[in-house]
């Protein structure tokens, strides 16, 4: 997984707290994802789960027993897409490259790919 400073296992992105600087954070809502095991696809496997309407706080509690978990503000822009719902969250695709190269906020860094 990436390295991140933030709570346990919130791997939420600098760019999305900068776009969440100027606002009251307790009242902004948007999309937890949470990275879970997936046993049924086999060891080392991980799906994301996606829930909306979510508060950051939110995200950060559901998260702790998760492998992780990131936050994805409603009106947050990735790839030059707004997102308003988990379905334009899951039409963006995660790129398969080498991390620690930057993956897509809807994306997880894991096993050295972004998924």
């Known amino acids: 997984m990436c390295n991140c400073d933030n709570y346990g296992n919130d791997k939420t992105s600098k760019q999305v ?15 937890g994802l949470f990275l879970v095991p997936n046993p049924e696809e086999g060891i080392y496997e991980f799906k994301r789960v996606m829930v909306p309407d979510l508060t950051l706080a939110d995200t950060i509690k559901r998260g702790l027993n998760c492998k992780a978990s990131k936050f994805i503000p409603y009106g947050f822009t990735i790839e030059n897409k707004k997102i308003d719902s988990i379905k334009d969250l899951q039409n963006i695709k995660c790129k398969e490259y080498t991390c620690p190269s930057q993956c897509p906020d809807s994306c997880w860094c894991n096993m050295n790919r972004c998924s």
């Open 17 to 31: 707290y900068r776009f969440m600087e100027d606002k009251d954070i307790s009242y902004v809502t948007g999309i």
